[in-house]
């Protein structure tokens, strides 16, 4: 069974950072390309960075420069490093893999605010 469990969310100032974890099982994990997406409120959720299997990354303009995607096949987790945070990035955030896409955790709360 296909289990992601996201963690490291938290409440932090305008221009701090937080890393973010993706736990995967259930899955060969390091044959799979991963993705971080996220879901504002009122808003759809959104793809914001993705990394293949052999390391490649890409993100959406607006994380560009700030946050980082990386990923440790060992530990079978992937991460998301996030700095200079800004109050539009306050979301829930999620973990996926394109391949298997109806398969998602129960996401962690950023929340950016002074």
């Known amino acids: 069974q296909v289990q992601l469990v996201e963690s490291g969310g938290g409440l932090v100032q305008p221009g701090g950072s937080l890393r973010l974890s993706c736990s995967a099982s259930?899955?060969?994990?390091?044959?799979?390309?991963m993705a971080w997406y996220r879901q504002a409120p009122g808003k759809q959720r959104e793809w914001i960075a993705g990394?293949?299997?052999?390391?490649?990354?890409n993100y959406v303009d607006s994380v560009k420069g700030r946050f980082t995607i990386s990923r440790d096949n060992a530990k079978n987790t992937v991460y998301l490093q996030m700095n200079s945070l800004k109050p539009e990035d306050t979301a829930v955030y999620y973990c996926?893999?394109?391949?298997?896409?109806?398969?998602w955790g129960q996401g962690t709360q950023v929340t950016v605010s002074s």
């Open positions: 259930g899955i060969m994990f390091s044959r799979y390309p």
């Open positions: 990394i293949t299997s052999g390391g490649t990354t």
């Open positions: 996926n893999t394109p391949s298997l896409p109806n398969y």
